[in-house]
């Protein structure tokens, strides 16, 4: 049995006992944790919140050693031909870049401020700002985030909301999870479309674009939460559009592997179902900091700009 097969009878099966329990899915669904919530361990850690307030300006200033522009350009340039050639038309183009931080995984996760936290052993530490999927009274939602402007240009939520490049960038990436909703749920509808919302960023504030999509489930939805995660995987917004082809594409051009980062976890606490997705994401590997980090790429994209924002999104908001 392929490991994404095992994900899934692992989920349906805890699902329909009815009992809390945690989870999280690598990107490429070859690794997870599924562990009932009254046994997790205790180097296992996290938060899901949905407070809106939880925003704060304190910086954590991160030494940064970027991979260098032209190397991320040979794969920005490799992007662009492949989207002349029509094989995609949005990709997330992610990279490893390593960090100095005098700071243990367990104090950035202390300090860290964030809607959903989550330190796995001393593996990783993740702060995320993104919802993946949350399923309550039978309802499934969404709420995909595209779009990144640095929250103190003047009139930077009108500017964004203005732009017709991020609008295309934002309404392709509704209509890939519009689709992938669709795969799983009925009477699919966006329920709000491009709301703005603040994030602190290292120096800088970023307001991030979201929208939110809404489907409806049937009843045993329980017994299925592997049937419903595993078709949803990996999240589009991590990947771009259209899916298969272009998750093929950044195995070709990312020269790393994502592992956790851009997966998701969450918890189903027994009744409902709360998820998010992997980004803002420091990883240890043999001893030293590495935080991954990305952004969409469109026919449009200019590769200084794109490079910009993937380093930009390196920060601990505090
Ligand atoms: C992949 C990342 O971000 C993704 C790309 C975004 C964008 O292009 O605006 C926003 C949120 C994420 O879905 C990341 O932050 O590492």
Redesign the pocket.
């Known amino acids: 049995m392929n490991k994404k097969e095992k994900i899934r009878k692992l989920l349906n099966k805890n699902g329909s006992e009815s009992e809390p329990f945690f989870f999280m899915i690598s990107y490429d669904l070859t690794k997870y944790e599924i562990i009932k919530l009254n046994q997790l361990p205790k180097d296992i850690n996290f938060e899901l919140s949905d407070d809106k307030s939880i925003f704060s300006s304190k910086k954590i200033g991160i030494e940064k050693f970027p991979l260098d522009f032209k190397s991320y350009k040979i794969a920005f340039d490799k992007i662009q031909k492949n989207i002349k050639e029509g094989n995609s038309y949005l990709l997330?183009l992610?990279i490893k870049t390593k960090i100095d931080i005098k700071l243990s995984l367990d104090e950035i996760y202390k300090y860290a401020k964030s809607k959903f936290k989550l330190k796995y052993k001393d593996e990783f530490v993740c702060f995320s700002p993104?919802k993946f999927v949350d399923i309550e009274n039978n309802k499934i939602f969404t709420y995909p985030?595209?779009?990144?402007i640095d929250a103190n240009i003047e009139d930077a939520q009108k500017k964004i909301l203005a732009n017709k490049k991020e609008m295309a960038e934002h309404t392709m990436v509704v209509d890939l999870l519009r689709n992938d909703l669709s795969i799983v749920s009925s009477k699919v509808r966006v329920e709000k479309f491009r709301y703005c919302e603040k994030i602190s960023a290292g120096k800088k504030d970023l307001l991030?674009v979201s929208s939110k999509i809404k489907g409806e489930l049937n009843s045993d939805w329980k017994s299925k939460i592997g049937d419903i995660l595993t078709s949803l995987l990996p999240a589009g917004?991590?990947t771009g559009t259209p899916k298969i082809k272009t998750v093929e594409i950044l195995k070709d051009v990312e020269k790393y592997d994502r592992d956790y980062y851009?997966g998701i976890a969450g918890i189903f606490d027994g009744e409902n179902l709360y998820s998010f997705?992997l980004?803002?994401f420091i990883e240890k590997i043999q001893n030293e900091l590495y935080y991954?980090?990305?952004?969409?790429i469109t026919c449009d994209s200019d590769a200084i700009l794109e490079y910009k924002e993937a380093l930009d999104?390196i920060y601990i908001p505090t």
């Not at 985030?145 to 990144?148: A, E, H, L, V």
């Not at 991954?292 to 969409?296: A, C, H, I, P």
Request: glycine share 20%; aromatic share 0%; no cysteine.
């Open positions: 997330n992610t993104e985030m595209k779009g990144t991030q917004s991590i851009t997705v980004i803002r991954k980090s990305g952004g969409g999104k």
